[in-house]
């Protein structure tokens, strides 16, 4: 069996076990928009809200990423099964990019339903124009928080203590992303007067982050979990 | 999991001679680096506080410099060895617990080395700018590198044993280096407006006085001394705690074994 399709193999039983136990629908999702919710408290002023808005869909999705990054490898230490993938002899480069997959699906999920909280709660507005770099900003910081995701996670899959640890490692790391992402949605919504063309430098930081950890990812992953027993 | 470590195994004999002979961490070379930074330390006191002149424009303040520069310098040139440490561990064949004791040590010392200067920095910054913090590039980056190897140093209390310790802090170091030049990029088109770089600029003029230009140069000298000194002794205590948690082990062993048979 080839590297990919044992990562598309390993993705489909990620989301297989979400769409069953359904804990991104009734729990992460639902968290997310709590804390959009919480924004508005401490941000009280409509004015402000829309002008801060595509920061804080980021914020809010940097924090449930932090959820579904422990839940992802809550379910791979539940009965040793990431374990029993290491003794069976799977690649961990294809345990690594499936992993990442499924992350990333789930994290596409949520920014477009925090997306639509944002226009809904915050009254931002997403101009025609702007929906190919809001696109194309979703996916690259996905795909970029998903390799960081499942590389810290394996990191600290197993050991006391990771759910403190993991914020603390993460959050710097991703501080890239947080910056782009938020900016480029910046300029792909329009807010503040922020022109189109803005927008695209920031796609490339923000595709140099995924590269960067997918590959590092990939190459650091398989000794990670060789070591956490 | 990897065999259970022949690095270790015939390391311990040789430590524990060698931990045997002596009751410190003190050496002669490390006896020698502690002098050397007590007289360059003298000298800088001496230099910052005394001979150099106050600045035409930052007046007093400028006498911060010869600690903030210094402990900037060492900050980064400790986190270089973390990293270069962390490689050497990684990619010998033999693995040597050493190297990943020089990382540890070494990211320790920068930490507290970072956070005395973001603190010296932050004092500066009151006196000169008249705010404590500005969101600029340059202050952004450390504080965000500064975060980043605090959660190194977590990852090292981590538990499990030596090898395990060092490859997973091993792995984290390296990924250091991948995140902070990202870091920094981003948070440089972000916004910048840190006072450019006066001593390192690119046309090789040095502008600035001479007794100040020397008076940091001591200031780097002292703490570089001090930096080698405190990475001896830490390693070496380092090197202590791991053997202590090896004994402790095997005398717990013992002490089942002993209980089995008895």
């Not at chain 2, 007046?59 to 900037?72: D, F, K, N, Q, S």
């Not at chain 2, 980056?141 to 090292?156: C, K």
Request: glycine residues 10%.
């Amino acid at each position: 069996m080839n590297r990919w399709r044992i990562a598309r193999l390993i993705a489909g039983k990620d989301l297989r076990i979400e769409r069953r136990s359904k804990v991104l629908t009734n729990q992460v999702l639902p968290f997310a928009g709590v804390t959009m919710v919480m924004f508005a408290f401490a941000l009280d002023a409509s004015n402000l809200l829309e002008r801060v808005a595509p920061g804080l869909i980021w914020l809010a999705t940097l924090f449930s990423l932090l959820v579904l990054v422990q839940r992802s490898f809550s379910i791979e230490g539940e009965d040793g099964a990431l374990d029993a993938l290491r003794v069976a002899g799977v690649d961990p480069v294809a345990v690594y990019w499936g992993k990442s997959i499924a992350l990333g699906v789930q994290l596409a999920v949520l920014e477009v339903m925090l997306l639509i909280a944002a226009v809904l709660l915050y009254g931002a507005e997403v101009p025609l124009g702007g929906v190919v770099l809001l696109l194309t900003t979703l996916v690259t910081a996905t795909c970029g928080l998903a390799c960081v995701g499942t590389l810290y996670g394996g990191l600290t899959a197993g050991f006391t203590g990771r759910e403190t640890l993991l914020p603390l490692l993460v959050l710097p790391v991703v501080a890239p992303v947080l910056i782009g992402a938020t900016r480029a949605v910046e300029s792909a919504l329009g807010t503040g007067g922020v022109a189109l063309s803005e927008g695209w430098p920031w796609i490339g930081l923000l595709a140099v982050f995924a590269v960067a950890f997918g590959v590092g990812g990939a190459l650091a992953f398989g000794p990670l979990i060789e070591e956490a027993t | 999991m990897t065999p259970p470590s022949p690095t270790r195994a015939t390391e311990a004999p040789a430590e524990q001679v060698d931990g045997g002979a002596r009751s410190g961490t003190g050496t002669f070379a490390t006896r020698m680096f502690g002098i050397a930074t007590l007289v360059t330390m003298g000298w800088l006191v001496a230099f910052g506080l005394g001979f150099s002149p106050a600045d035409r424009d930052q007046e007093e303040a400028v006498r911060i410099m010869y600690v903030h520069v210094p402990t900037v310098w060492l900050a980064y040139l400790a986190f270089t060895v973390t990293a270069a440490c962390s490689g050497l561990y990684l990619f010998t064949k033999k693995h040597s617990l050493g190297f990943d004791r020089f990382a540890g040590a070494s990211a320790e010392i920068g930490v507290v080395f970072m956070a005395l200067s973001l603190a010296t920095g932050m004092l500066w910054g009151k006196l000169t700018w008249g705010v404590y913090w500005q969101w600029d590039a340059r202050l952004t980056t450390t504080a965000l590198l500064f975060v980043s190897y605090v959660g190194y140093l977590a990852v090292r209390g981590l538990g499990g044993s030596h090898d395990q310790r060092a490859k997973r802090s091993a792995i984290i170091g390296l990924l250091a280096v991948l995140e902070i030049p990202l870091v920094h990029w981003s948070v440089r088109l972000w916004r910048s407006l840190h006072q450019e770089a006066t001593v390192l600029n690119t046309n090789g003029d040095v502008d600035m006085d001479g007794l100040m230009l020397f008076s940091l140069f001591v200031g780097v000298v002292a703490f570089t001394l001090l930096y080698v000194w405190l990475l001896l002794h830490r390693s070496r205590v380092m090197a202590m705690e791991d053997q202590l948690d090896d004994q402790g082990l095997d005398r717990a062993i013992d002490a089942r074994r002993a209980e089995a048979t008895s």
